[in-house]
């Protein structure tokens, strides 16, 4: 089992900053790649960023060159560095961490950017 718990969303306008982190515990020796996925109201989830334990990375199109993400050395938390927000920016922000036997969740952080 792996528990992630995020913290680090708000309200920001457009053009700013925020900083999600998220910090995983119990079989984090299990973990394969941990990321971010978000849901805007009305629409699916969609992946937003992943790394893996290796160090790769991976990002939306509609992220790429914004937001940079990142992981401590333990490899049990992983931030997500969000610049040059925009409005279409605000969703739900899920982390998510992948294992071989499935993926975890968290609760969700609201991330809202205002024009």
């Known amino acids: 089992q792996v528990q992630l718990l995020e913290s680090g969303g708000g309200l920001v306008q457009a053009g700013g900053s925020l900083r999600l982190s998220c910090g995983a515990s119990?079989?984090?020796?299990?973990?394969?790649?941990m990321g971010w996925y978000r849901q805007a109201p009305g629409k699916q989830r969609e992946l937003v960023a992943m790394i893996t334990k290796d160090g790769i990375t991976n990002y939306a199109d509609s992220v790429k060159g914004r937001f940079t993400i990142s992981r401590d050395h333990a490899q049990s938390t992983v931030y997500l560095q969000m610049n040059s927000l925009k409005p279409e920016d605000t969703a739900v922000y899920y982390c998510t961490s992948r294992q071989v036997w499935g993926d975890s969740w968290g609760q969700g952080s609201q991330v809202t950017v205002s024009s």
């Open positions: 119990g079989s984090i020796f299990a973990i394969n790649a």
